[in-house]
């Protein structure tokens, strides 16, 4: 069993459309996120979910957004594209600790808008 | 969380010791050192991590310094398939990695 999985592992798209990526982990972990690694292979995070409350959002534009119907999925919801959303989409899993947390990661979902 | 610096790349024979160092100076007495590796095209995978005594798991060991500015990750063996990116991180839980450049270890045959 993948511990976290994310579908579809590629997606081509259009500019201007909507689309989502999904996420789910079976660690039975509270906190979830997502990271977006661009071209240059800069990984950074865009948001985590713990206990469905929105716990960090870097500066990632409102079109981003991410859906959490329980604690094993979070989605992550994209309006209208635009070229520079291609990337490559992480999903991630931790279990809140104390200080020693290790995330999960799943394999990725390679993102291109034309 | 305390900035990390690591050589921007390095090569290891197949079946040697790689060490790969990673020098935190600000790091606070509460930022654990993680290291986490990116094989390419895959999601990063947790390699291991430590505050302050040497750790070893079954992929590699960490060794802190006394004074907790540098740390450096020894994979004994290295084979072709530890070709990766090797990311350390100081931070005090796992949430809000921050993933610098890291080091680009290549294993040669």
């Known amino acids: 069993d993948t511990a976290v999985s994310q579908t579809p592992k590629y997606l081509v798209t259009q500019m201007g459309n909507d689309k989502s990526i999904k996420c789910e982990q079976n660690l039975g972990h509270d906190t979830m996120y997502w990271y977006k690694q661009d071209s240059k292979k800069f990984l950074k995070i865009m948001f985590s979910?713990?206990?469905?409350?929105?716990?960090i959002n870097e500066t990632v534009p409102n079109r981003f957004s991410p859906k959490s119907p329980d604690k094993a999925h979070l989605n992550l919801h994209i309006n209208s594209l635009e070229l520079g959303d291609s990337a490559v989409y992480f999903c991630a899993s931790s279990q809140e600790g104390t200080g020693r947390d290790i995330q999960y990661f799943g394999a990725g979902t390679r993102l291109s808008v034309l | 969380d305390a900035k990390t610096t690591q050589p921007t790349s390095m090569d290891c024979a197949e079946g040697r010791a790689a060490n790969l160092p990673c020098n935190h100076s600000t790091i606070s007495g509460n930022e654990y050192v993680y290291w986490y590796r990116q094989i390419h095209s895959q999601g990063p995978q947790y390699i291991i991590h430590?505050?302050?005594n040497n750790e070893t798991n079954e992929m590699a060991s960490l060794i802190i310094t006394e004074d907790r500015k540098s740390s450096t990750l020894i994979l004994p063996h290295a084979t072709l398939r530890d070709t990766a990116v090797y990311y350390c991180?100081?931070?005090?839980?796992?949430?809000?990695?921050?993933f610098g450049t890291g080091t680009r270890l290549t294993v040669i045959p």
């Open positions: 979910y713990n206990n469905k409350e929105l716990i």
């Open positions: 991180i100081a931070k005090t839980g796992a949430n809000n990695l921050f």
């Open positions: 430590g505050l302050k």
